[in-house]
């Protein structure tokens, strides 16, 4: 059985290659899947499953402690198995993997939704998600020359512009005059209240809402939902367990009917993306243990795939 540390992890997988194969694997059926939230307090602990018969399958455990401060608040593990035996394969670690397919969702569904020229990018979040989101959505929209951070604290945000030394970011002191110059909008945050509110949204831009993963959160208003042509990764759990749309269908605001279509339909062209230059788009990242078994198999592959073009060469020399 193979192990993949956290350097592994960010090594092997690249964002255009992952969202290659991401795009390939949303072309056939979803996985089984199975999600369970165990909860106390702010602390909690995420299990998910998936399982492409005759193919793969796969569980992430991850515990979730956001007051830890002398080691990481996310913390796991995935263990990928054959599908036809069900002999374990690989061992990869879970927080590596999460920020990587979480990453590289969003960056899909940019890929079909949002603006083509696509100049500059808001980051709303400065937390461990930050960093790939941003990576994520300048490998789909390579157009994309400016960054804007913004953060409830500063000093979060401070240090995440400085870490990006390569490319042109700046903190953003205002967050509705940022939303107003962003083409492309990013929202990781643990937020129980709306931060972006739909009357701050200009035609033509794209929202991403990745944080609210548990109906109690929330980072958009009622407003930016009905101004939005909305997709998912997938109605399996955004529709019932991510806050964002759970919270405005419980309350009548808008129906199931609302979402276009999720990433699936998208890869298949069952439905259109982006319609026109105007549109607002809006896309809810659920995640989902397909997205963590889809990754794993492909993280299995390019390892297997260097180790053969390792044993190759040492063989000719």
């Not at 500063?154 to 962003?182: F, N, W």
């Amino acid at each position: 059985m193979q192990n993949f540390s956290a350097q592994d992890v960010h090594r092997l997988l690249d964002y255009s290659t992952l969202m290659d194969a991401l795009d390939e694997a949303h072309r056939g059926p979803m996985p089984i899947v199975e999600r369970q939230l165990l909860e106390q307090g702010q602390d909690g602990m995420i299990v998910w499953s998936a399982w492409l018969p005759d193919q793969a399958m796969g569980v992430k455990v991850m515990t979730l402690y956001p007051q830890n401060r002398s080691r990481p608040t996310v913390q796991g593990l995935f263990t990928l198995f054959d599908g036809r035996g069900g002999a374990p394969l690989a061992m990869i670690d879970g927080a590596a993997l999460t920020v990587r397919k979480t990453a590289a969702d969003s960056g899909l569904a940019a890929r079909y939704l949002a603006p083509v020229d696509a100049r500059v990018l808001l980051m709303v979040g400065a937390g461990a998600m930050a960093p790939h989101l941003i990576a994520a959505h300048r490998a789909a929209r390579p157009s994309i020359e400016r960054v804007l951070v913004w953060n409830r604290t500063t000093t979060r945000a401070e240090k995440l512009v400085a870490e990006l030394v390569d490319i042109d970011i700046s903190m953003a002191p205002d967050l509705p005059a940022a939303v107003g110059q962003a083409h492309v909008i990013s929202c990781a945050t643990r937020s129980m209240e709306p931060m972006i509110r739909g009357d701050w949204l200009h035609p033509g831009c794209h929202l991403d809402l990745v944080g609210g993963f548990t109906r109690h959160m929330r980072e958009a208003d009622d407003g930016a939902i009905l101004r939005s042509a909305v997709f998912v990764d997938t109605r399996r759990f955004t529709v019932t367990e991510c806050g964002d749309l759970a919270q405005p269908m419980a309350s009548g605001i808008i129906s199931e009917d609302h979402i276009r279509g999720d990433l699936f339909e998208l890869a298949q062209s069952t439905v259109a993306g982006r319609a026109s230059v105007e549109d607002i788009t809006l896309f809810k990242n659920g995640g989902g243990g397909h997205l963590d078994l889809f990754t794993a198999i492909l993280l299995r592959d390019l390892a297997q795939g260097l180790a053969q073009n390792h044993g190759s060469r040492d063989g000719d020399v």
